[in-house]
T-cell receptor
């Protein structure tokens, strides 16, 4: 158990639908990162939140959005789902500031496997 | 895109040392070298990181060349459970997170 909790572990939904993935960071970590891993793209950084505020965006589609709540858990919302959105979605947490991250790295959750049919 | 270069796959016999190379010729002075691994479809697992000195922990050793353009991850006594994709990443630990390449698929042979 890495200390980062992701729910649900598996999700099957139809095209056009909307889903919400949840991530609880490791205790004491203020930063949450979301990654998408599909077979042909590898691990792609989506978005980063620090203490409730968006810090950086990566290759995140406009149909996707995220937020981090006061208790520091984060949710990734995926809407108007397409077959190509089928992937593993990971979140990672870290203490927060750049210097701390350089020293302590990132802790990943076990992921949510999304299948769009 | 990833800034590091790794061989796509490697084999190693169980019980032997596994040496995984990585080229990071464009690394900046404030960027660390991180190594992560991903076993099957599990979440990536942190192994070790370093700036310019060699590092060792309970999982592995990291050897960084003096010019910092390349490094080697050493698993001293590989076991079957070390079969995984190993990612080498250079990062300053900034807001953009880590940029993963395709990594090296290490297969430990019995």
């Amino acid at each position: 158990d890495s200390g980062v909790t992701q729910t649900p572990k598996h999700l099957i939904t139809a095209t056009g639908q909307r889903v919400t993935l949840r991530c609880s960071p490791r205790s004491g970590d203020l930063s949450v990162y979301w990654y998408q891993q599909s077979l042909d793209q590898g691990l792609q950084f989506l978005i980063h939140y620090y203490n409730g505020e968006e810090r950086a965006k990566g290759n995140i589609l406009e149909r996707f959005s995220a937020q981090q709540f006061p208790d520091l858990h984060s949710e990734l919302n995926l809407s108007s789902l397409e077959l190509g959105d089928s992937a593993l979605y990971f979140c990672a947490s870290s203490v927060g500031s750049a210097s701390w991250e350089a020293n302590y790295g990132y802790t990943f959750g076990s992921g949510t496997r999304l299948t769009v049919v | 895109d990833a800034k590091t270069t790794q061989p796509p796959s490697m084999d190693c016999a169980e019980g032997r040392a596994a040496n995984l190379p990585c080229n990071h010729s464009t690394i900046s002075g404030n960027e660390y070298v991180y190594w992560y691994r991903q076993i099957h479809s599990q979440g990536p697992q942190y192994i070790i990181h370093g700036l310019k000195n060699n590092e060792t922990n309970e999982m592995a050793s990291l050897i960084i060349t003096e010019d910092r353009k390349s490094s080697t991850l050493i698993l001293p006594h590989a076991t079957l459970r070390d079969t995984a994709v190993y990612y080498c990443i250079d990062s300053g630990g900034g807001a953009d997170g880590l940029t993963f390449g395709k990594g090296t698929h290490l297969i430990i042979q019995p």
